[in-house]
């Protein structure tokens, strides 16, 4: 029999942080934020294009950044709904010039608009160690049981 205590979990794949913007500067922004996490990228101009992505990989989207305006007939409030029942581990940031809304589902983040790289960046980060404080590594030995 092997010792065991040279074995450590296989590292899990960074989540998928999805950007759903139509504005490219804004879409380039959330990019660059995304880049600066330990998160891969995905991006989507609509609603509609992010649920079809969510469809064939939602267990590995960590994060949805989406503007409350979008193309289409679904706005961003409709995909953190959307997301909010059918994905519920999905956290979604939202920017949002400052409407006022209601009956929102509870996994939205407000980033008020313009919002910056650092502003996305530190919302992304705190998502990542609120994931890692709430499903610790197997073989993690800081992890208190």
């Not at 759903?20 to 609603?47: F, H, I, K, Y």
């Not at 709904?81 to 010039?97: D, E, F, G, N, Y």
């Amino acid at each position: 029999m092997l010792p065991t205590d040279h074995l450590t979990a296989p590292s899990a794949p960074a989540p998928i942080v999805l950007i759903v913007e139509d504005d490219p500067d804004v879409r380039g922004m959330a990019a660059t934020a995304v880049d600066q996490v330990d998160a891969n990228r995905a991006e989507a101009t609509s609603a509609e294009d992010a649920l079809t992505f969510l469809h064939d990989h939602a267990p590995d989207v960590g994060v949805i950044f989406t503007d409350v305006e979008l193309p289409g007939r679904l706005d961003g409030i409709d995909l953190a709904r959307v997301a909010s029942l059918r994905w519920p581990w999905i956290k979604v940031l939202i920017t949002t010039h400052g409407e006022r809304m209601r009956d929102v589902p509870g996994n939205l983040v407000f980033l008020p608009k313009p919002c910056r790289t650092n502003d996305v960046r530190a919302q992304l980060q705190w998502e990542e160690a609120r994931a890692r404080a709430n499903h610790p590594k197997i073989g993690d030995t800081s992890a208190h049981v």
